[in-house]
C-alpha cells in the first residue's frame, strides 16, 4: 500500500523535537486519542524503546508492538509496529528538519510492510483513516511541544 505522510511546522529547533520524540512516553501525549494502554518495554528513549498499545481506529481494536529501529539524531527516528497478529508490519517515519525562518518541518510517515488482505482490499479508506489520525496527532505534537517548551517538562 502506497504510504501517508502527515507534516507540520512547529517553532522549537530539530534539537527540541528530536529530544522531545526520542522518549518513547511522550508519544501517550499526542497519540492517546486513537493509542491507549501503553506498556513500555526497553529503555526510555533511543533505538530498542517500545511500546505495546491498543489502537483503535475505523472500529476496530488491536493491539500495536512499536519499536525504534533507527535514529539519527536531530533529523530522524524510524519505529517499526507489528500488530495483526504479526500480518501487518509498518514503519513510521519521522523527519526533522530546520526551517529558514527558524524552528521545524516535523513529518511523520506511515509505511506498510507487509498488509493482511482486508487492509489492501480497503486501501482507501484505511489510508483516509490513519491520514486523519496522524493530522490529528502532528497538531497535538505542536501543543506537547509548546507545553514542554513552556513549562520545561
Avoid at 7 to 30: C, G, K, N, W
Avoid at 127 to 135: D, K, V
Wanted: aromatic share 6%.
Amino acid at each position: 500500500m502506497k504510504s501517508v505522510t502527515v507534516s507540520i511546522d512547529v517553532p522549537q529547533t530539530p534539537e527540541q523535537v528530536y529530544d522531545f520524540l526520542d522518549v518513547m512516553a511522550h508519544h501517550e501525549r499526542f497519540t492517546d486519542h486513537y493509542l491507549t494502554d501503553w506498556r513500555y518495554s526497553g529503555p526510555g528513549r533511543g533505538i530498542g524503546s517500545c511500546a505495546t498499545v491498543t489502537a483503535a481506529l475505523g472500529g476496530k481494536k488491536t493491539d500495536v508492538v512499536i519499536e525504534v529501529v533507527e535514529a539519527d539524531p536531530p533529523r530522524r527516528i524510524v519505529e517499526r509496529n507489528v500488530s495483526a497478529a504479526g500480518r501487518r508490519l509498518a514503519h513510521g517515519i519521522y523527519t526533522i528538519e530546520p526551517l529558514r525562518t527558524g524552528g521545524s518541518h516535523v513529518s511523520f510517515t506511515y509505511a506498510w510492510a507487509h498488509t493482511p488482505l482486508a487492509d489492501r482490499l480497503l486501501a482507501l479508506v484505511v489510508r483516509a483513516t490513519i491520514r486523519r489520525a496522524n493530522r490529528t496527532v502532528m497538531r497535538r505534537l505542536a501543543t506537547e511541544l509548546a507545553r514542554t517548551s513552556a513549562d520545561g517538562s
